[in-house]
């Protein structure tokens, strides 16, 4: 593969937890939890492969209405993350970056998650971005109050600025797994000129192997941007 044919920023959303668990008769969070080992070794994979940014869709805005029990055990999942997993990233000289409002948190949660960030290597050459109650409707509705608030008129420049994504180039390559082919409110505003790729595989199951599938797809795609 070629270095130049590999995308700067993949986004991931991670769909199909809930039934790669019940086909094991397991509880929802049992998915979860197999779902977050999947998408550290997926991390470390894109790293490996040359990619800058990966972003993981980890809940929607929508998916805030889902059972408190569900929503603990997703915040427990952040909290070993966040304690655990993300100093074995920053050895290897990488850094972590949260998307969408977590205000809505548990406290302990949205302390853990602001040190994630602070604590990120400054030259990092390689950031996982977790997009947590995030929401692109959410995120340009938001963008635009500010704007309104500030007697501002926006253009391009402006309103990229005022996304949870300023300054960090649009997702060449959005990749969901699960089997649906949506964005579900994921990064709708930067991804109009991303190339989609979707996959049947749960993502629990989605390791390595799948995202060097996704790679090779996208390496043999023509992306035109509307020229000739
Ligand atoms: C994606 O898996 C993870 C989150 C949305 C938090 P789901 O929980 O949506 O799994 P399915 O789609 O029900 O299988
Ligand atoms: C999208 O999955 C959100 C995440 C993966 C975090 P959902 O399971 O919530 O999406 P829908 O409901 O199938 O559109
Ligand atoms: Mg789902």
């Keep these: 593969m070629q270095e130049s044919n590999i995308p700067l920023h993949i986004g991931l959303i991670m769909d199909g937890n809930g039934r790669w668990a019940k086909k094991r008769l397991m509880p929802r969070s049992f998915g979860h939890n197999s ?3 999947a998408m550290i070794k997926v991390a470390d994979r894109a790293k490996e492969r040359g990619v800058k940014y990966l972003t993981v869709y980890t809940l929607s805005t929508e998916n ?3 059972p408190k029990e569900e929503l603990e055990g997703l915040y427990d999942l952040f909290r070993g ?5 993300v100093q ?5 000289g990488a850094g972590v970056k949260v998307i969408g409002d977590i205000s809505v948190l548990p406290q302990d949660v949205q302390k853990l998650l602001s040190d ?5 290597p400054e030259d990092a050459d390689f950031t996982l971005i977790f997009a947590i109650n995030y929401g692109a409707r959410s995120e340009i509705l938001r963008a635009v109050n500010t704007a309104v608030e500030r007697g501002e008129k926006l253009d391009g420049k402006g309103l990229e600025a005022l996304l949870y994504t300023a300054g960090i180039p649009d997702p060449d390559l959005i990749i969901r797994t699960g089997g649906e082919k949506r964005l579900s409110n994921f990064l709708a505003y930067q ?3 991303a190339e989609l790729y979707f ?9 390595g192997n799948e995202l060097d599938k996704a790679l090779e797809e996208y390496a043999c795609r023509e992306r035109r941007f509307g020229k000739v």
């Design 199 to 207: 996959t049947d595989v749960l993502f629990p199951d989605f390791d």
């Design 88 to 92: 074995k990233l920053y050895k290897k």
């Design 116 to 120: 994630g960030v602070e604590n990120s």
């Design 191 to 193: 991804s109009a000129y």
């Design 81 to 85: 993350y966040f304690t655990k997993n």
């Design 64 to 66: 805030l209405n889902r």
């Design 35 to 37: 779902g977050m080992n």
